[in-house]
């Protein structure tokens, strides 16, 4: 259901509010790159500063845009159970392919919270549910065991698995086999993810580069592992860069630079440090990819 590469989609505002005349451009480009869907409002969407009129407005607007030419798998978590649900439905209902939802952060669940927590929104709304795994930004560690006793329920389909933990992802798969669809939320390790039984991403770096990760899954469909490999190293700086500071505020800047959007981001976060801007900028001119999107 979820294979491929997925974008883990920016939010791009302007002056404060949402900038959805770029929001359509990065839409289009996403669509022209061959990516099998988009991401919107998860933590590279600046979810947790978005009003829920915001988030449900964005969920609303790719749908639209997308007409179905790609999935779009919206972003519904929250640490309130009732919450997700909420955002959930709506999701739903606004036409989305499938809801992304985060480990409850803060509250910090145990084991049986998160499985209640999960069960209880799958058996809420109707819509193919992706775990989201992301334990070092939200302080909680959903264990194997749970995704296991999670793949049992009704409408719980995928894990999108950040730790970058290819031991951790490799037992996930030998456990729930095809019942758990395993997607990668860590850019870096993407090919070797692939190699534990893997099938696609949700990718920060896809929403600048968004052929060349379409690329390195390509070749891994083909089986042409020499050009999955060489095709993974030329990622590698760029993978490494983006990361340079919190996860949105380095992708966002070059996007920006790329005159994708405008580097605009809500606090808490804050723009890109000068020092990490020149680095950013010599990555992105080495890769080529000025003037390619």
């Known amino acids: 259901m979820f294979k491929g590469v997925y974008t883990a989609l920016i939010t791009p505002f302007n002056k404060g509010g949402i900038d959805w005349d770029a929001l359509g451009r990065l839409l289009d480009i996403q669509i022209d790159a061959g990516i099998a869907g988009v991401v919107p409002c998860g933590t590279t969407g600046e979810a947790a500063t978005l009003s829920h009129e915001e988030h449900r407005q964005v969920v609303r607007y790719c749908v639209d845009r997308v007409q179905k030419r790609i999935q779009v798998v919206a972003g519904t978590g929250s640490n309130a159970t009732q919450e997700s649900i909420d955002l959930t439905r ?4 606004a036409g989305a392919d499938g809801a992304l939802i985060i480990t409850p952060y803060y509250n910090k669940p145990g084991q ?9 929104i799958a058996e809420s709304v109707d819509l193919p549910i992706i775990l989201y795994n992301v334990p070092g930004r939200t302080a909680v560690d959903m ?3 749970t995704v296991l006793r999670l793949s049992r329920i009704k409408g719980i389909v995928a894990i999108k698995e950040a730790t970058g933990n290819m031991e951790r992802a490799a037992v996930i798969h030998h456990r729930c086999g095809e019942a758990m669809t395993l997607l990668s939320g860590d850019d870096a390790t ?14 920060v770096t896809a929403n600048i580069a968004p052929r060349h990760m379409v690329g390195v899954w390509k070749a891994w469909q083909q089986r042409d592992i020499s050009l999955a490999i060489s095709r993974h190293e030329q990622l590698l700086d760029l993978n490494r860069i983006l990361f340079c500071e919190t996860n949105p ?45």
């Open 190 to 203: 993407f090919l070797p993810f692939l190699a534990v039984g893997g099938q696609g991403i949700i990718s």
């Open 90 to 93: 709506y999701a739903r209902d």
């Open 143 to 145: 264990t194997p065991d």
């Open 112 to 120: 049986e919270g998160l499985f209640q927590h999960y069960s209880r």
């Open 249 to 293: 505020i380095p992708v966002k800047a070059a996007a920006a630079m790329l005159g994708m959007c405008s580097d605009d981001i809500r606090l808490p976060l804050t723009p890109l440090g000068k020092d990490n801007q020149t680095l950013v900028r010599d990555v992105i001119k080495a890769m080529g990819l000025f003037g390619s999107v």
